[in-house]
């Protein structure tokens, strides 16, 4: 149960924020600061120092809010995977399939989001038990490697991340992607400080979504 409603609560978001910063600090006022800009999915990145601690204060802080789902980025093994998860994070992503990862998180029923190059990534994946799967980096792969996973995939839950921008975010769900995900051109403005401005492109990220999604 608790698997279905953190993907659905993924699903529903239609964004994921992928959160980093250079402190503690800054990758917690970066992810508040989505949040309060309406994107409700936040994949705190292990990149972050201390980045356990980050996700165990946001997970507390938005306890009571059913909308908003704290994950863990760039979790490269079981272990990590393991300290994200005691943290309250509810789903785990990962730049690569890792089978040990993925053993982990099914028996604890939380969504493994492993990113994926090749069908066979995919395909992979998916039979360890990976509703969704990253297309990482979207930046090299394009809406264009969508259509193609799709023609022989078609039930395949896909996440591009990195390239995905304002401008090109409807390509992305014309092509069949079921949720982006969000980095650098979201949040660049909080590595100056300036978390206004994240809340504001938060903000224009939202209402490009459910545009998108009215015309789907």
Known sequence: MQESETLLAIKNAGIVAVVRGNSPEEAEKTANACINGGIKAIELTFTV????EIIQKLSTKYAKDTDVVIGAGTVLDAVTARIALLAGAKFIVAPTFDQNTAFLCNEYQVPY???CMTVSEIQ???RYGAEIVKVFPGSTMG???VKAVKAPLPQANIMPTGGVNLSNMHEWFEAGVTVVGAGSNLT???AKGNYAAVTE???LYRKE???IKENR
């Open 113 to 115: 989001i492993p990113g």
């Open 143 to 145: 809406p264009g490697f």
């Open 201 to 203: 492109q938060a903000k």
């Open 49 to 52: 120092p201390n980045a356990s």
């Open 188 to 190: 660049a403005a909080a």
């Open 209 to 211: 979504y459910l545009r």
């Open 124 to 126: 992979t994946a998916m």
